[in-house]
């Protein structure tokens, strides 16, 4: 007899393959919803504009955030403290941030100095005031901070970052529970005080290995989240590439990463750079790039990163750097 699934004359085998194929098809659908999950993928446009609360510079935008074994001056001050330490300078940096899609611009800069102590500690102060859709979530907040950081011989250095945060908001927006994201029924206000730790390893001047904490002090708010994370580079003085994970325990409710990778290199006065992220919390994935002119003096930064899976949404980065130890002290600026 044959199979009623199998065509006259078809064998018994043909007969159980067709089954269990018709019995894969029917269940997919439900194997797939068990390894997606959809938790995230409502991430808003407010919310990526938020970006955990984090600053970032042209170089760390346009890399994709894979700064932790990479950075220098003021970059290292907002991603990785211990990094300022890693090079001989004496940058002010003026930054500018803008998403156009999640309403958010961001004015600010920093100063790190690595120059200056005879005892070789570089130190770094900046901030940014920030506003994000002042007629729907009304967010309003200023970020702060201060830095030292110790060189440990030529092959390690260590950095400690202290963060003052201030931040009000007015409006909840159609945006979910999320302090992050909004839905905060009338008017808050946040102030608070976090700290930032790093540490960097240099086997060889070439590799670094770099591990970072945020928001150690752990205050329970998604605008700060617990985050941990880890970084490997490999530099030479025309080229660098990176890769850093992040752990982020905070903002969801359980553990999400950010995975991001980039790369740059230089031509006579010109740094290329681009990079990609992937952020397992708001269930996107972007594309960076940016260029940089690079003055014995100076230094003009430019850098976009766009989603192309998950929610739309653009970050534009811009700075100019001026190199103080050229200007005044006849030192070579850093890579």
């Given at each position: 007899?044959?199979?009623?699934?199998?065509?006259?004359?078809?064998?018994?085998?043909?007969?159980?393959?067709?089954?269990?194929?018709?019995?894969?098809?029917?269940l997919?659908?439900?194997?797939?919803?068990?390894?997606?999950r959809?938790?995230?993928?409502?991430?808003?446009?407010?919310?990526?504009?938020?970006?955990?609360?984090?600053?970032?510079?042209?170089?760390?935008?346009?890399?994709?955030?894979?700064?932790?074994?990479?950075?220098?001056?003021?970059?290292?001050?907002?991603?990785?403290?211990?990094?300022?330490?890693?090079?001989?300078?004496?940058?002010?940096?003026?930054?500018?941030?803008?998403?156009?899609?999640?309403?958010?611009?961001?004015?600010?800069?920093?100063?790190?100095?690595?120059?200056?102590?005879?005892?070789?500690?570089?130190?770094?102060?900046?901030?940014?005031?920030?506003?994000?859709?002042?007629?729907?979530?009304?967010?309003?907040?200023?970020?702060?901070?201060?830095?030292?950081?110790?060189?440990?011989?030529?092959?390690?250095?260590?950095?400690?970052?202290?963060?003052?945060?201030?931040?009000?908001?007015?409006?909840?927006?159609?945006?979910?529970?999320?302090?992050?994201?909004?839905?905060?029924?009338?008017?808050?206000?946040?102030?608070?005080?976090?700290?930032?730790?790093g540490?960097?390893?240099?086997?060889?001047?070439?590799?670094?290995?770099?591990?970072?904490?945020?928001?150690?002090?752990?205050?329970?708010?998604?605008?700060?989240?617990?985050?941990?994370?880890?970084?490997?580079?490999?530099?030479?003085?025309?080229f660098?590439?990176?890769?850093?994970?992040?752990?982020?325990?905070?903002?969801?409710g359980?553990?999400?990463?950010?995975?991001?990778?980039?790369?740059?290199?230089?031509?006579?006065?010109?740094?290329?750079r681009?990079?990609?992220?992937?952020?397992?919390?708001?269930?996107?994935?972007?594309?960076?790039?940016?260029?940089?002119?690079?003055?014995n003096?100076?230094?003009v930064?430019?850098?976009?990163?766009?989603?192309?899976?998950?929610?739309?949404?653009?970050?534009?980065?811009?700075?100019?750097?001026?190199?103080?130890?050229?200007?005044?002290?006849?030192?070579?600026?850093?890579?």
């Amino acid at each position: 007899m044959t199979s009623s699934t199998a065509p006259t004359g078809a064998s018994p085998f043909l007969g159980r393959t067709l089954r269990s194929t018709r019995r894969a098809l029917t269940l997919l659908p439900l194997t797939f919803a068990c390894f997606v999950r959809p938790a995230h993928a409502q991430a808003t446009a407010e919310e990526v504009a938020y970006n955990y609360g984090e600053i970032d510079s042209p170089r760390s935008t346009a890399t994709g955030g894979a700064m932790r074994g990479l950075s220098s001056s003021v970059t290292a001050l907002f991603v990785n403290p211990a990094n300022m330490a890693t090079s001989r300078v004496y940058h002010i940096s003026a930054i500018g941030q803008f998403y156009p899609e999640g309403g958010r611009q961001s004015y600010g800069g920093g100063v790190v100095d690595s120059v200056v102590s005879s005892s070789n500690v570089a130190g770094g102060v900046g901030g940014t005031w920030n506003l994000q859709d002042p007629t729907g979530v009304g967010r309003e907040w200023v970020d702060l901070r201060g830095g030292l950081a110790l060189p440990i011989g030529k092959v390690a250095a260590i950095g400690a970052a202290g963060r003052l945060f201030s931040l009000t908001q007015s409006g909840a927006g159609p945006l979910g529970p999320s302090p992050a994201s909004g839905g905060i029924p009338g008017s808050m206000i946040v102030n608070t005080f976090t700290l930032d730790l790093g540490a960097t390893i240099r086997p060889i001047p070439e590799l670094s290995f770099a591990v970072t904490g945020h928001n150690l002090t752990n205050t329970g708010s998604g605008f700060l989240p617990l985050m941990g994370g880890v970084g490997v580079s490999y530099s030479r003085p025309e080229f660098g590439i990176g890769v850093d994970a992040v752990l982020d325990a905070t903002t969801y409710g359980h553990s999400a990463v950010r995975v991001m990778a980039g790369g740059e290199f230089l031509v006579s006065q010109l740094a290329f750079r681009m990079g990609y992220r992937f952020d397992e919390g708001q269930a996107t994935h972007s594309l960076s790039g940016g260029m940089a002119y690079i003055d014995n003096k100076f230094s003009v930064d430019a850098a976009l990163r766009k989603t192309f899976v998950g929610i739309e949404s653009t970050a534009l980065v811009f700075s100019i750097t001026m190199h103080i130890e050229s200007l005044s002290l006849g030192l070579d600026p850093a890579n």
